[in-house]
């Protein structure tokens, strides 16, 4: 054999840029270039082994921090480590010899992640200022309990008036219902469910009559009865020791969606300790506050986001206040972790199985983020040729773009829901939108950074400041199309760099009223396509008096046979739908690619590759137990497993309450674990790490019985193009959701 090195170079610089022979991510592809070219494995290894090391003459810098010369050869810097065995070498020596420098292996976390040491609360060193900064910032207000619980009765006035948080208006509101339930629930303990729903809505109809969910009698009802969770949360609470829940005093439990009351209120109960000098007081509250940034903060403190989205505060038993953090879904079946590929590989990171290789889990999940970024702009270059080439054609239905990126979508695409011009707002603070609306000239160049483009950006910023024109939706839509693929306009980002999704929410839209004529003339095949679109125009839904058309009604007969006979837009649409479909095989690939490493790993390890391969098969390996893990963080299953939030969280899904270990208890039934998954722990953990396996056709993770062959689904893991970015969603496999419902049911 005999082998094209030029070739060779090039691939391997072509898949990681500059070669670093040093670099474990590099070898990687450098092992799958030579596997690919037909290398035997042995020979592979040998030649990877030779390429890294270092000849004893060859000179690298001085291992000694301390040391006069700058260069050394590598005999004696040897030397000088077998002579100082302790001694940490100098960050330059690290740099030359690449594994060599790593005196001491470094432990791999594994197990529950920890936030990020630049956040961690510190109570001996910080201030008031630094503990506010670090649990979420925004002003704090010294309260007591009665000016908490007004503040909590303030917040959830403003939901009902229409004050929406993280999960949208409705989900907010839904939040606020089953936070409704449990208050009820403590003062009616024998409530039923369908007494609970009554009196739901009987305190929405009573205290927040002006409210839309107080006017729309059947559309509350629908939410209420996915909003009945916290009747068996408040049994659960009250009748198990690890909440140690005790007489409540006047106005607790109180319970709420706003996460800055709670943090108020347990940082001014923790400086009432501080002031009166009870140490042990202070220890309870500094716990209760480091609870609160693990779980009511969003990533940008911790690094990760809490998952809690009520909280209820209520006294114990010794009259300390303590805070139940709730998770709050509409189902067991609704989506639990919605992670970008960053998160995602950070969980895995975190959780990596000590024999894998990190540099090689993380190239491989970081793969499908900058693929994924890569379609994103492929989308845009895409796009910008069919609006050349179709610029006609789209100009006569500019219009109807304008309202389709207006157009609210939602949860469901009937309702009486205004406009939203969020969108095209945004597009009006892009320079290049402002330049073609201002009819100023294109900008130089397509990189920002670059002089010129900032000198016409400021001259742009300039003219805008100055003009009083206002435009119309059309003229916004034709600029923002005009700009596609110039410029800044590359890609999908926020803000002023979305320019490109705008375009994507408003072909979502054609494309759906298309997709409905089409479907209309299918069922009808007498109905001509005037007729279907006037049909599509006119659909609703919900009882007589409160029906809920179509994207509002904003859409006439005519608009959408518009639609239908725009070839241009349809060429748009379908690039929108080749975006949203380019994720499809990325979880496929992302699997495979971690079997490969564990394959190659205990071929390493002294294993034939046919050894390897049946291995491979029979149980996860290293690298794919990294990945299993990092699922399992980002579900928070390692929390439940380890009882560590045992009477901290529970998690309220429809007319379900789970506390954690209902999780662990169905992951155990699930699997098949022998031992008791509430007193042995590390085994249940170990049991899934191994014997869970990622099935890359269904995008899920699923037990294989070996003995029976028999399957269960315990989670479900979709990669897809979500919104803006490339998302990972998390959820419960079918298995876990029917154990979960036969045990909420059971309560």
């Given at each position: 054999m005999?082998?094209?090195?030029?070739?060779?170079?090039?691939?391997?610089?072509?898949?990681v840029?500059?070669i670093?022979?040093?670099n474990?991510?590099?070898?990687?592809?450098?092992?799958?270039?030579?596997?690919?070219r037909?290398?035997?494995?042995?020979?592979?290894?040998?030649f990877?082994?030779?390429?890294?090391?270092?000849?004893?003459?060859?000179?690298?810098?001085?291992?000694?921090?301390?040391?006069?010369?700058?260069?050394v050869?590598?005999?004696?810097?040897?030397?000088?480590?077998?002579?100082?065995?302790d001694?940490?070498t100098?960050?330059?020596?690290?740099?030359?010899?690449g594994?060599?420098?790593?005196?001491?292996?470094?432990?791999?976390p594994?197990?529950?992640?920890?936030?990020?040491?630049?956040?961690?609360?510190?109570?001996?060193?910080d201030t008031?200022?630094?503990?506010?900064?670090?649990?979420?910032?925004?002003?704090f207000?010294?309260?007591?309990?009665?000016?908490?619980?007004?503040?909590?009765?303030?917040?959830?006035?403003?939901?009902?008036?229409?004050?929406?948080?993280?999960?949208?208006?409705?989900?907010?509101?839904?939040?606020?219902?089953?936070?409704?339930?449990?208050?009820?629930?403590?003062?009616?303990?024998n409530?039923t469910?369908?007494?609970?729903?009554?009196?739901?809505?009987?305190?929405?109809?009573?205290?927040?009559?002006?409210?839309?969910?107080a006017?729309?009698?059947?559309?509350?009802?629908?939410?209420?009865?996915?909003?009945?969770?916290?009747?068996q949360?408040?049994?659960?609470?009250?009748?198990?020791?690890?909440?140690?829940y005790?007489?409540?005093?006047?106005?607790?439990?109180?319970?709420?969606?706003?996460?800055?009351?709670?943090?108020?209120?347990?940082?001014?109960?923790?400086?009432?300790?501080?002031?009166?000098?009870?140490?042990?007081?202070?220890?309870?509250?500094?716990?209760?506050?480091?609870?609160?940034?693990?779980?009511?903060?969003?990533?940008?403190v911790?690094?990760?986001?809490?998952?809690?989205?009520?909280?209820?505060?209520?006294?114990?038993?010794?009259?300390?206040?303590r805070?139940?953090?709730?998770?709050?879904?509409?189902?067991?079946?609704?989506?639990?972790?919605?992670?970008?590929?960053?998160t995602v590989?950070?969980?895995?990171?975190?959780?990596?199985?000590?024999?894998?290789?990190?540099?090689?889990?993380?190239?491989?999940?970081?793969?499908?983020?900058?693929?994924?970024?890569?379609?994103?702009?492929?989308?845009?270059?895409?796009?910008?040729?069919v609006?050349?080439?179709?610029?006609e054609?789209?100009?006569?239905?500019?219009?109807?773009i304008?309202?389709?990126?207006?157009?609210q979508?939602?949860?469901?695409?009937?309702?009486?829901?205004?406009?939203?011009?969020?969108?095209?707002?945004?597009?009006?603070?892009?320079?290049?939108?402002?330049a073609?609306?201002?009819?100023m000239d294109?900008?130089?160049?397509?990189?920002?950074?670059?002089?010129?483009?900032?000198?016409?950006?400021?001259?742009?910023?300039?003219?805008?400041?100055?003009?009083?024109?206002?435009?119309?939706?059309?003229?916004?839509?034709?600029?923002?199309?005009?700009?596609?693929?110039?410029?800044?306009?590359?890609?999908?980002?926020?803000?002023?760099?979305?320019?490109?999704?705008?375009?994507?929410?408003?072909?979502?839209?054609?494309?759906?009223?298309?997709?409905?004529?089409?479907?209309?003339?299918?069922?009808?095949?007498?109905?001509?396509?005037?007729?279907?679109?006037?049909?599509?125009?006119?659909?609703?839904?919900?009882?007589?008096?409160?029906?809920?058309?179509l994207?509002?009604?904003?859409?006439?007969?005519?608009?959408?046979?518009?639609?239908?006979?725009n070839?241009g837009?349809?060429?748009?649409?379908?690039?929108?739908?080749?975006?949203?479909?380019?994720?499809?095989?990325?979880?496929?690939?992302?699997?495979?690619?971690l079997?490969?490493?564990d394959?190659?790993?205990?071929?390493?390890?002294?294993?034939?590759?046919?050894?390897?391969?049946?291995?491979?098969?029979?149980?996860?390996?290293?690298?794919?137990?990294?990945?299993?893990?990092?699922?399992?963080?980002?579900?928070?299953?390692?929390?439940?497993?380890?009882?560590?939030?045992?009477?901290?969280?529970?998690?309220e899904m429809?007319?379900?309450?789970h506390?954690?270990?209902?999780?662990?208890e169905c992951?155990?039934?699930?699997?098949?674990?022998?031992?008791?998954?509430n007193?042995?722990?590390?085994?249940?953990?170990?049991?899934?790490?191994?014997?869970?396996?990622?099935?890359?056709?269904?995008?899920?993770?699923?037990?294989?019985?070996?003995?029976?062959?028999?399957?269960?689904?315990?989670?479900?893991?979709?990669?897809?193009?979500?919104?803006?970015?490339e998302?990972?969603?998390?959820?419960?496999?079918?298995?876990?959701?029917?154990?979960?419902?036969?045990?909420?049911?059971?309560?």
């Amino acid at each position: 054999m005999i082998p094209n090195w030029n070739k060779i170079l090039k691939e391997w610089s072509y898949r990681v840029g500059v070669i670093k022979p040093s670099n474990n991510t590099h070898l990687y592809h450098l092992n799958k270039i030579l596997e690919e070219r037909g290398w035997p494995n042995e020979i592979i290894n040998q030649f990877i082994q030779n390429l890294n090391e270092i000849a004893p003459t060859d000179m690298v810098s001085n291992p000694n921090p301390k040391g006069r010369a700058k260069k050394v050869q590598y005999r004696y810097a040897k030397q000088w480590m077998d002579d100082n065995p302790d001694a940490e070498t100098s960050d330059d020596f690290k740099k030359d010899v690449g594994k060599e420098k790593d005196d001491k292996p470094k432990d791999k976390p594994k197990g529950e992640p920890k936030p990020p040491k630049k956040n961690a609360l510190n109570f001996e060193n910080d201030t008031t200022e630094d503990i506010v900064k670090k649990t979420g910032g925004g002003d704090f207000k010294k309260v007591n309990r009665e000016q908490t619980v007004e503040r909590v009765n303030n917040n959830r006035e403003e939901v009902f008036a229409g004050k929406s948080g993280k999960g949208g208006g409705d989900t907010t509101v839904q939040e606020e219902m089953t936070n409704i339930g449990r208050e009820i629930a403590v003062q009616n303990p024998n409530i039923t469910k369908e007494e609970l729903e009554e009196a739901i809505l009987k305190e929405i109809k009573e205290k927040y009559p002006d409210s839309k969910y107080a006017k729309n009698e059947d559309k509350t009802k629908k939410l209420i009865k996915k909003s009945t969770a916290g009747l068996q949360t408040m049994k659960e609470v009250q009748s198990r020791e690890e909440y140690d829940y005790g007489e409540q005093p006047s106005g607790l439990p109180t319970n709420t969606t706003d996460g800055q009351v709670v943090r108020d209120y347990l940082l001014s109960k923790y400086e009432e300790a501080k002031q009166r000098g009870d140490t042990e007081l202070m220890k309870h509250y500094e716990r209760e506050l480091k609870w609160f940034q693990k779980k009511a903060t969003d990533k940008s403190v911790t690094g990760k986001e809490g998952d809690a989205d009520t909280m209820m505060i209520f006294e114990d038993k010794s009259g300390r206040k303590r805070v139940l953090y709730i998770t709050n879904k509409q189902g067991e079946a609704d989506m639990q972790s919605n992670s970008t590929i960053e998160t995602v590989s950070l969980a895995t990171k975190e959780n990596i199985h000590p024999d894998a290789n990190e540099d090689v889990v993380v190239q491989v999940q970081e793969g499908a983020s900058k693929m994924a970024t890569g379609f994103n702009n492929k989308y845009v270059k895409r796009s910008a040729q069919v609006i050349q080439e179709n610029r006609e054609d789209l100009s006569k239905v500019e219009d109807i773009i304008g309202k389709a990126a207006q157009a609210q979508t939602g949860r469901s695409s009937f309702h009486n829901d205004k406009p939203d011009e969020k969108y095209l707002n945004e597009n009006m603070k892009n320079p290049e939108v402002q330049a073609k609306l201002l009819g100023m000239d294109n900008p130089p160049n397509d990189d920002p950074k670059s002089k010129e483009y900032k000198e016409w950006k400021k001259k742009v910023k300039s003219k805008w400041n100055e003009s009083e024109q206002n435009f119309t939706p059309e003229q916004i839509v034709q600029a923002s199309l005009d700009v596609t693929g110039t410029g800044s306009v590359q890609g999908i980002g926020t803000g002023a760099n979305s320019v490109p999704y705008t375009t994507v929410k408003a072909t979502q839209v054609t494309r759906d009223l298309r997709n409905r004529v089409k479907d209309m003339m299918k069922k009808n095949p007498n109905m001509t396509q005037k007729e279907a679109c006037e049909a599509v125009a006119k659909d609703k839904r919900g009882k007589k008096g409160e029906e809920r058309p179509l994207y509002g009604g904003q859409f006439s007969g005519d608009d959408i046979e518009r639609i239908m006979n725009n070839k241009g837009l349809e060429a748009l649409e379908q690039e929108q739908e080749k975006r949203a479909r380019s994720m499809d095989g990325m979880y496929e690939e992302t699997t495979n690619g971690l079997r490969s490493a564990d394959v190659n790993l205990y071929i390493t390890q002294g294993m034939s590759e046919e050894e390897a391969l049946e291995k491979s098969k029979n149980e996860a390996g290293p690298h794919e137990q990294s990945y299993t893990a990092g699922f399992m963080e980002r579900m928070h299953w390692f929390d439940y497993i380890s009882g560590d939030v045992d009477g901290r969280v529970v998690g309220e899904m429809g007319e379900n309450s789970h506390p954690p270990r209902h999780i662990r208890e169905c992951l155990a039934e699930q699997t098949g674990f022998d031992g008791d998954p509430n007193t042995d722990r590390d085994g249940l953990k170990e049991h899934i790490l191994k014997n869970v396996r990622a099935d890359s056709e269904n995008q899920t993770l699923t037990f294989v019985n070996k003995q029976s062959g028999e399957t269960r689904t315990l989670g479900s893991d979709a990669h897809r193009l979500a919104g803006r970015n490339e998302k990972m969603a998390g959820a419960f496999g079918i298995d876990m959701v029917n154990c979960l419902k036969s045990k909420g049911a059971a309560k």
